[in-house]
């Protein structure tokens, strides 16, 4: 995983589209192989898409209609928390996630990498069956993609959407965009957007992928909860043992606090956020 960097928060428009150069160079997303151009670029080129309509929270947004804004609410309102599992499908480390769920009743978000869903389309296939919610991680993880041009944004997101609802299958789509390390920018926010994908930040990062132990996971939800109610979790991107016994506990002590659990708003426009923090995916980095 030597790609991965920490994400810069603060959000960059990117320039003139590049075209990517021929020559291509291998990296590896957690044991799937994906092809970058020199510096990061992709080897494709699109047309930016420019749908019409305003920012979150805008006067006279359509209903129904996605907002470009980054969402951390839940649908459920109150004191709901929103389960969010990123870096997947993991062979290993997915079904042991699906299965801690069932056992409480809770539905998830799976913010999926889009290599990851094409190597491992009958786990993508679980998750949709016990009715979790799909999310967009783009291709390659890219956690400096804000500083990439929009051509090379725009077929991250869309080229893993299609990977993900290809292997998902059944007309399953995909629902929110995630931007690695929160690395959103307003150009990859309107992309989502007009391709019905809510972009999705979070408000707890339990710091799981660094592997801190168990109860220092459990004791960042319990510590964090009250920024907001979604949490950050992983399935991928390594060992997730810790994950798996933290997600049991912080379930068990979210339903003793008579918390219930949701899914993050779609279509529902949020608070505007400060100027210069609409596109921060939260307060913290994250993977």
Not at 139 to 153: G, S
Not at 201 to 229: H, L, M, S
Not at 255 to 260: A, C, L, M, V, Y
Request: glycine share 12%; with cysteine.
């Amino acid at each position: 995983m030597s790609f991965l960097a920490r994400a810069n928060k603060k959000g960059v428009r990117a320039g003139a589209v590049v075209v990517a150069s021929a020559t291509a160079v291998a990296a590896t997303a957690w044991g799937v192989a994906v092809l970058v151009g020199p510096g990061g670029s992709a080897a494709s080129q699109q047309n930016v898409a420019r749908p019409g309509g305003g920012d979150d929270g805008r006067p006279g947004q359509q209903p129904g209609k996605i907002p470009e804004g980054i969402a951390h609410a839940s649908e459920s309102g109150g004191d709901a928390v929103n389960i969010t599992i990123d870096d997947g499908p993991d062979p290993r480390w997915t079904p042991k996630v699906l299965d801690v769920l069932r056992r409480h009743e809770v539905k998830a978000t799976f913010c999926m990498v889009g290599p990851q869903a094409k190597a491992h389309p009958d786990l993508v296939k679980k998750v949709v069956a016990a009715g979790h919610r799909l999310c967009d991680h783009t291709m390659n993880h890219d956690t400096a993609m804000d500083k990439k041009p929009v051509a090379y944004q725009e077929a991250q997101i869309l080229e893993a959407k299609k990977l993900i609802e290809e292997a998902a299958g059944g007309g399953a789509k995909v629902e929110y965009y995630r931007a690695p390390g929160g690395a959103f920018t307003p150009d990859s926010r309107r992309i989502a957007a007009a391709h019905g994908m809510r972009p999705l930040g979070w408000n707890v990062d339990t710091k799981d992928f660094d592997k801190p132990g168990t109860a220092a996971i459990v004791n960042a939800v319990k510590r964090e909860i009250g920024n907001g109610p979604t949490v950050l979790f992983h399935d991928g991107g390594g060992n997730r043992a810790q994950t798996v016994d933290a997600l049991d506990q912080v379930l068990t002590w979210l339903k003793e606090q008579g918390r219930p659990t949701g899914f993050p708003v779609r279509t529902a426009p949020e608070p505007r956020e400060a100027p210069g923090a609409s596109d921060a995916g939260t307060a913290s980095d994250a993977h």
